[in-house]
């Protein structure tokens, strides 16, 4: 695990404890690089509940509620899947933040996007936000960027709900 991922952890970890705030990853392509990295911290089960690895299509309808339909219309790889994973998160796992993400690390893409198409998204009930990351840089570059993302983005969001919480 790289030594920023470790440093953004630690922050996140302390924001969630001070907040008293629960987080829930879905993850796709990164393979449980996001859980593990929170999970790393001591202490992680006062504020991270869990997460699921969904890479099958199957498993993010069963797991996450993704419904057949938007998978048909959008794609795994796709803007509205980050989402709906998120929101499924969210809901099944009964936290007050999810991190999603999905795509095609490599080193084969799909028929919708190129390899280095990768969705991540963050947020809260009513408040999700999604970022598209692109470009190929090999199979392990791809995924740690997307884990990198995904944790500034979960740190962006808490720092912008909780000000006041003092590190």
Not at 13 to 30: H, P
Not at 96 to 103: E, F, I, L, Q, W
Request: aromatic share 6%; charged share 20%; glycine share 12%.
């Amino acid at each position: 695990m790289s030594i920023i991922i470790k440093v953004i952890s630690r922050e996140i970890s302390e924001y969630l404890w001070r907040a008293g705030k629960t987080l829930s990853t879905a993850e796709s392509c990164t393979a449980g690089l996001v859980s593990a990295s929170i999970a790393a911290l001591p202490g992680a089960s006062n504020y991270f509940r869990g997460g699921v690895v969904v890479y099958s299509n199957e498993l993010k309808t069963q797991l996450l509620g993704v419904s057949e339909e938007l998978l048909a219309e959008h794609g795994a790889v796709s803007e509205a899947c980050a989402r709906a994973m998120v929101e499924g998160a969210l809901e099944r796992l009964q936290t007050d933040y999810a991190v999603a993400v999905t795509g095609y690390a490599g080193p084969g893409g799909g028929p919708e996007a190129p390899v280095g198409t990768i969705f991540v998204a963050v947020g809260r009930a009513g408040d999700i936000d999604v970022r598209e990351l692109t470009g190929d840089d090999g199979r392990e570059a791809n995924v740690s960027r997307a884990g990198v993302t995904a944790l500034q983005m979960l740190l962006e969001k808490l720092k912008n709900d909780f000000p006041t919480v003092e590190e």
